[in-house]
């Protein structure tokens, strides 16, 4: 199996170095960018298996690089670093279309557990297909349909539709969706699970919440339809 390519977006040369000194350590191929544009011609030649992408960069910051390769059809999975402690900010992240954050200063074990969690989304090998209220869910290609049109989705969408379909007719607890799709990585705030919540009713267009349906103190309810 070929090592995974990560591109590395962070202007602090220290920092810089050091994530490509742990990462190439583990076994990872790492190419570098100081600054959005950069970022963005490095993706033009090849596109990564995974982003690390800072949330403050010189020109343009780190949500608007996300915002931009989402808009641009790219879905591999991004892994921002933030120094900010605010939950708005961690929110507007994933928003624009982060998979994963990771607050400043790290650990290297923390580092390498939210990488290899991010890059196994990717490197899937189950042929399981769920299907509830006219969504498909196809874990081996990792396609989501709606009606029969596949749907644009980050990896952490996806993951996210997939258990709640996989889970249809059942209610499901946000310490269920923590320990499964944010692999209990870290303690997420409740509101940041309503973001892609959010997200998806808007996907789905579920305008009425009648499909995901939010079971107030619990968790969520996916119809089967």
Same mark, same amino acid.
């Given at each position: 199996? %070929? /090592?995974? +390519?990560?591109?590395? @977006? *962070?202007? +602090?040369?220290? !920092? %810089? $170095?050091?994530?490509?000194?742990?990462? /190439?350590? =583990?076994?990872?191929? @790492?190419? &570098? =960018? !100081?600054?959005? &544009? /950069? =970022?963005? $011609? =490095?993706?033009?030649?090849? *596109?990564?298996?995974?982003l690390i992408l800072d949330l403050m960069l010189p020109g343009a910051d780190g949500l608007d690089v996300a915002k931009d390769i989402r808009e641009r059809g790219r879905d591999f999975p991004i892994l921002m670093l933030t120094a900010r402690v605010e939950t708005e900010d961690v929110v507007n992240g994933f928003e624009v279309g982060a998979d994963d954050y990771l607050r400043k200063p790290f650990e290297i074990p923390e580092l390498m557990s939210r990488v290899s969690a991010l890059l196994k989304r990717i490197d899937r090998t189950e042929v399981d297909i769920y299907e509830a209220s006219g969504v498909m869910i196809d874990i081996a290609r990792r396609v989501a349909t709606l009606s029969g049109e596949q749907l644009t989705l980050t990896a952490r969408e996806f993951d996210l539709l997939a258990y709640l379909v996989r889970n249809a007719g059942r209610v499901v607890s946000r310490d269920e969706i923590l320990e499964t799709v944010w692999k209990g990585q870290h303690a997420t705030d409740s509101n940041v699970i309503e973001v892609f919540v959010c997200h998806l009713r808007n996907k789905i267009d579920d305008r009425d919440n009648m499909i995901i349906q939010t079971i107030r103190g619990v968790g969520y309810f996916f119809a089967k339809g």
């Amino acid at each position: 199996m %070929s /090592k995974a +390519d990560i591109l590395i @977006v *962070e202007d +602090d040369a220290t !920092i %810089s $170095r050091f994530l490509e000194l742990e990462l /190439k350590h =583990a076994g990872y191929d @790492v190419r &570098k =960018a !100081i600054d959005g &544009k /950069k =970022a963005l $011609r =490095a993706i033009g030649e090849a *596109e990564p298996d995974l982003l690390i992408l800072d949330l403050m960069l010189p020109g343009a910051d780190g949500l608007d690089v996300a915002k931009d390769i989402r808009e641009r059809g790219r879905d591999f999975p991004i892994l921002m670093l933030t120094a900010r402690v605010e939950t708005e900010d961690v929110v507007n992240g994933f928003e624009v279309g982060a998979d994963d954050y990771l607050r400043k200063p790290f650990e290297i074990p923390e580092l390498m557990s939210r990488v290899s969690a991010l890059l196994k989304r990717i490197d899937r090998t189950e042929v399981d297909i769920y299907e509830a209220s006219g969504v498909m869910i196809d874990i081996a290609r990792r396609v989501a349909t709606l009606s029969g049109e596949q749907l644009t989705l980050t990896a952490r969408e996806f993951d996210l539709l997939a258990y709640l379909v996989r889970n249809a007719g059942r209610v499901v607890s946000r310490d269920e969706i923590l320990e499964t799709v944010w692999k209990g990585q870290h303690a997420t705030d409740s509101n940041v699970i309503e973001v892609f919540v959010c997200h998806l009713r808007n996907k789905i267009d579920d305008r009425d919440n009648m499909i995901i349906q939010t079971i107030r103190g619990v968790g969520y309810f996916f119809a089967k339809g």
